[in-house]
């Protein structure tokens, strides 16, 4: 299973600096652009947004790039991908949605954060509403980017309780990825 990755980081102290950058209560549906959001804004003076940090930690997974540039030329898998595609697509259209490119590596590493964020709610003990992931994937050719940020971060001692670090020791994770 460790072979899967390049590398894994435990991060020990995290900090996270979380922005509000616009609502709407004219619309149901979300409002897409960041230009558009800003519009939103009754006063616009001034270059700024309100924002709050919060602390944490979390564990950093970077995948083996060619195992995975291997596993994305599957026919199977791009067969799969193609009708992710085609739903997202919809989705998009009927839900004024941002642009994003859905490939192979995409799906792989969003459906591994969350198939682990599950299993770390049992195993970690934080609420499913604590845990968040960053994924780091590239869909240039050029930039190899396949990886993950499995975190927690809040304003209460949720935020550093120290679980989710222990969970990615070695001895441990292994055994966490096979019950995932």
């Known amino acids: 299973q460790m072979s899967k990755f390049s590398s894994i980081v435990l991060v020990e102290k995290l900090k996270e600096t979380r922005a509000f950058n616009g609502f709407s209560r004219v619309t149901s549906k979300p409002v897409s652009s960041l230009e558009k959001r800003q519009q939103l804004w009754k006063y616009k003076q001034g270059n700024w947004l309100p924002a709050y940090q919060v602390f944490g930690e979390g564990i950093f997974f970077e995948f083996d790039n060619e195992r995975i540039s291997e596993w994305a030329k599957k026919k199977v898998v791009l067969n799969r991908v193609n009708k ?69 971060a809040s304003g209460d001692s949720e935020g550093s309780m120290g679980g989710l670090v222990s969970s990615g020791r070695p001895g441990y994770l292994e055994k966490v990825l096979e019950r995932t």
């Open 84 to 152: 992710l595609k085609e739903n997202f697509q919809i989705a998009q259209q009927n839900r004024n949605l941002d642009d994003k490119q859905i490939t192979p590596q995409f799906v792989l590493i969003h459906t591994f954060a969350h198939l682990l964020l599950n299993q770390l709610t049992f195993e970690c003990g934080y609420s499913s509403a604590a845990l968040r992931e960053r994924l780091y994937v590239s869909t240039r050719e050029d930039i190899k980017m396949n990886a993950v940020l499995l975190y927690t």
